[in-house]
């Protein structure tokens, strides 16, 4: 015989659920806001169907991040954790100067491959000037360990003759980046306008063999 979902018990279990697994809850909304805000941008997503994706009715998410801004906020700060996190498992410090610096590069690159959400939503948040961002306690602590293992690779580089001396970490970093996430913005006018397919998998490696070949000789003592 049927069981009837009518039953007190039936419509109350799942918000039971929810709050024996607060961890779990807020994963799955930050999953759910972080491929809204990607695929629209802050203006144009929209909390219910952020609520709808998540599984979850808006109140929890007003009750978890505040509102939109909240959540947009906590996704960017979980969007730039999360690479960071990745890039500690590279272990920069304990790697011979270029094998560590030629990880880092592959690293980034294959990141931005596997994770466009990332270059998406720092695109939306570069057209708000920061705005957001700026509002965060821990953005600056966030990226200070990977800053610090590249001045440690550099330094040691130095050292041993392979690298120039005094080259910045930050704008090194910054290049390296450059040098992947404007390609993939642009992928579509550039391969437009030079009729080639930089999408294909034999264009990627050869671009990913390219920032490693440009960076390493920017670097060269």
């Given amino acids: 015989m049927p069981v009837s979902t009518d039953r007190p018990g039936a419509a109350i279990k799942p918000a039971r659920e929810r709050k024996r697994n607060p961890e779990r809850t807020s994963a799955a909304i930050l999953d759910a806001a972080t491929h809204e805000f990607a695929q629209k941008g802050h203006a144009g997503a929209r909390v219910d169907a952020i609520a709808r994706r998540a599984k979850i009715n808006k109140r929890m998410l007003y009750h978890y991040f505040g509102g939109k801004d909240g959540l947009y906020l906590a996704v960017l700060e979980r969007s730039y954790a999360a690479i960071r996190s990745a890039e500690q498992q590279l272990d920069l410090s304990h790697r011979e100067p270029i094998e560590g610096m030629r990880q880092l590069i592959r690293f980034t690159w294959g990141y931005y491959l596997e994770h466009p959400e990332f270059l998406a939503i720092l695109s939306t948040e570069n057209q708000h000037r920061a705005r957001f961002l700026k509002q965060s306690d821990g953005i600056v602590q966030l990226n200070s360990p ?44 550039l391969s437009t306008i030079f009729r080639r397919d930089l999408m294909s998998d034999a264009a990627l490696e050869r671009w990913g063999d390219h920032i490693v070949e440009t960076t390493l000789a920017a670097l060269k003592a």
């Fill in 146 to 189: 990977l800053i610090e293992a590249l001045r440690d690779v550099l330094a040691h580089g130095a050292a041993e003759g392979v690298f120039r001396a005094k080259v910045d970490p930050v704008e090194l970093y910054i290049s390296i980046a450059a040098l992947g996430a404007f390609y993939l913005s642009n992928r579509w006018t």
